[in-house]
């Protein structure tokens, strides 16, 4: 059966009808709980986890560490995500499952008006005031997408469909996605099971090696495993073989390839020492 | 029952939908027709009416108010339509043509690029770059005419109730979409609702009426047939127009009661 990813501009009405679509459907709710899962395993803070899922990079942000939590839950949630009927929500599932068929891709959206008006009633503040955060709240939520994953995440084309709660009910949007993922074009297919099988390959790999290599690049084909890397021409083969050691231990991986990506940064550091 | 508006871009889908739409509702399908019967109307060339719903305004045009004449034109057209309700319309800026009506459905049908390029290949014999580019530049210019017009941007989203992607789901599946949400109770067509489309198309009535004769720069609001028009002149300089109101207020049926509000700011309903 279909899995269902759904992105919302608004965190408690995605949940609720990502909640809903699964009761319905009688699918499995994969939501944030997942972090908990996520943080016991690797010994990281749950509370780390959510920040790099909800927080735009600042200028103090250590790039690699949130690069590194994102690549822990995107693993996960890929990992999950190989079985069928789930609802997922509040992970970038989104950002991460694009191309795969037998997701139904949804954006939950609301009115700004609608929005600020909502935020000002539920923290007390003036609708100028209100306003202003939610159009701060969309820059953000804009500019954490493009940082991440260089795309814009309120971008429509993204996804399946877009809904609107500004008129319709969110009862209708749950009807609406429990409907549509029925269609015959979201069922999984050879292909498509075996395209997620990449991605979750690939991303449990990059997940192993980023400790290590924070600018990896992986991509995986049938078992296949390609790797990016950045390197020194003298680190060169040493890395490599770290890689093939790292990659190669872990369950699906048949063949390991390391390309490298010259440092060109530190290769200027180096010589002008 | 309901109104339907579908923004698309070229060669998106978006009429083959709206017709099925209309076809399945058993509403009227409009589109070009509204052009073509403010070009009627306002003995104003299609061509021209075409380029202002279209091109975005040019710097010149910014003085000369020509676009802001022939969009209150084209609105004052679709609004009397809509009083009719049952209505399916697709192309550019339907959902800020009748913005305020509350029982608009307001729909974007998006489609990918390459798709459209293909399209646009096949039906206009192109290369592909040349179909590409031209897109491009239908989107630029599609986009520039909302921003500068309404201050909105087309592609986005929180402008409709519903944006459909046709790639993974079909025109057939879009039209099964829309048909369902048009049902809701919240789409149909109360006695307020439809109080409210007719004192829109009174407002864009009175406010073509005076754009023909050259007024510009003016906002008409209505309500139950009273209407106001609103002016940043002052006092002095707004004479002028009070006077054009007096035979516009004879001329209308429609209208209750007229007033001018001279050196007062436009308020957000207007049109």
């Given at each position: 059966m279909p899995l269902i990813i759904v992105s919302a501009d608004d965190f408690k009405q995605g949940d609720e009808i990502s909640q809903k679509?699964?009761?319905?459907?009688?699918?499995?709710?994969?939501?944030?709980?997942?972090?908990?899962?996520?943080?016991?395993?690797?010994?990281?803070?749950?509370?780390?986890?959510?920040?790099?899922?909800?927080?735009?990079?600042?200028?103090?942000?250590?790039?690699?560490?949130?690069?590194?939590?994102?690549?822990?839950?995107?693993?996960?949630?890929?990992?999950?995500?190989?079985?069928?009927?789930?609802v997922c929500f509040g992970l970038a599932?989104?950002?991460?499952?694009?191309?795969?068929?037998?997701?139904?891709?949804?954006?939950?959206?609301?009115?700004?008006?609608?929005?600020?008006?909502?935020?000002?009633?539920?923290?007390?503040l003036s609708v100028d005031k209100a306003r202003k955060q939610v159009m701060r709240q969309t820059k953000d939520e804009r500019r954490w997408s493009e940082e991440t994953y260089n795309l814009d995440q309120t971008d429509a084309s993204l996804y399946d469909m877009v809904i609107s709660l500004g008129t319709l009910e969110l009862d209708k949007a749950v009807e609406i996605i429990s409907d549509t993922v029925g269609y015959r074009k979201f069922q999984p297919m050879t292909y498509s099971r075996k395209l997620?099988?990449?991605?979750?390959?690939?991303?449990?790999?990059?997940?192993?090696?980023?400790?290590?290599?924070?600018?990896?690049?992986?991509e995986a084909n049938d078992g296949t495993v390609v790797v990016f890397i950045?390197?020194?021409?003298?680190?060169?083969?040493?890395?490599?073989?770290?890689?093939?050691?790292?990659?190669?231990?872990l369950p699906g991986v048949r063949h390991v390839e390391v390309h490298i990506i010259r440092d060109l940064v530190g290769q200027a550091a180096q010589s002008s020492r | 029952m309901a109104i339907i508006t579908i923004s698309r871009g070229s060669y998106s889908k978006g009429r083959e939908v709206a017709e099925k739409v209309?076809?399945?509702?058993?509403?009227?399908?409009?589109?070009?027709?509204?052009?073509?019967?403010?070009?009627?109307?306002?003995?104003?060339?299609?061509?021209?009416?075409?380029?202002?719903?279209?091109?975005?305004?040019?710097?010149?045009?910014?003085?000369?108010?020509?676009?802001?004449?022939?969009?209150?034109?084209?609105?004052?057209?679709?609004?009397?339509?809509?009083?009719?309700d049952d209505l399916v319309y697709h192309g550019l800026a339907g959902h800020l043509l009748l913005k305020g009506v509350p029982h608009v459905?307001?729909?974007?049908?998006?489609?990918?690029?390459?798709?459209?390029?293909?399209?646009?290949?096949?039906?206009?014999?192109?290369?592909?770059?040349?179909?590409?580019?031209?897109?491009?530049?239908?989107?630029?210019?599609?986009?520039?005419?909302?921003?500068?017009?309404?201050?909105?941007?087309?592609?986005?989203?929180?402008?409709?109730?519903?944006?459909?992607?046709?790639?993974?789901?079909?025109?057939?599946?879009?039209?099964?979409?829309?048909?369902q949400a048009a049902g809701r109770e919240c789409f149909k067509t109360t006695v307020e609702a439809q109080q409210k489309i007719q004192d829109l198309a009174l407002a864009c009535r009175v406010k073509a009426s005076l754009a023909e004769d050259e007024c510009v720069d003016i906002a008409v609001t209505s309500e139950f047939g009273n209407v106001m028009v609103y002016t940043k002149q002052d006092d002095r300089r707004a004479h002028r127009l009070e006077e054009k109101l007096k035979p516009l207020a004879k001329g209308l049926p429609e209208i209750n009661h007229l007033e001018l509000r001279a050196g007062q700011p436009f308020p957000p309903e207007a049109c």
């Open positions: 679509v699964a009761g319905t459907l009688g699918y499995r709710y994969l939501g944030r709980d997942l972090l908990h899962y996520v943080a016991t395993e690797n010994q990281v803070s749950e509370e780390e986890l959510a920040r790099a899922l909800d927080e735009a990079p600042g200028l103090l942000t250590r790039r690699a560490r949130r690069q590194r939590l994102l690549g822990l839950i995107e693993a996960a949630c890929l990992n999950v995500l190989l079985d069928d009927s789930v599932a989104h950002m991460y499952v694009r191309a795969v068929s037998h997701a139904l891709k949804v954006r939950i959206i609301n009115e700004p008006e609608q929005r600020a008006e909502a935020l000002a009633e539920a923290e007390g997620m099988q990449d991605k979750a390959l690939a991303a449990a790999v990059r997940r192993e090696l980023m400790g290590q290599f924070p600018e990896i690049r992986v950045q390197s020194l021409k003298k680190d060169q083969r040493k890395k490599q073989e770290l890689v093939r050691q790292i990659a190669g231990g | 209309a076809q399945r509702m058993g509403y009227q399908v409009v589109s070009r027709d509204v052009l073509l019967e403010a070009s009627e109307k306002f003995h104003i060339s299609e061509v021209k009416l075409v380029r202002a719903i279209h091109d975005a305004p040019s710097v010149l045009e910014r003085f000369t108010h020509g676009k802001y004449c022939y969009l209150a034109f084209i609105r004052a057209a679709l609004t009397e339509r809509a009083v009719k459905l307001k729909v974007r049908i998006i489609a990918d690029l390459e798709a459209r390029v293909a399209a646009e290949m096949k039906r206009e014999n192109l290369t592909q770059s040349q179909a590409r580019s031209l897109l491009l530049k239908d989107d630029a210019e599609r986009r520039k005419w909302t921003q500068s017009l309404y201050g909105a941007d087309p592609w986005d989203a929180s402008l409709y109730d519903l944006v459909i992607h046709i790639n993974q789901l079909t025109v057939d599946d879009a039209v099964d979409f829309i048909v």
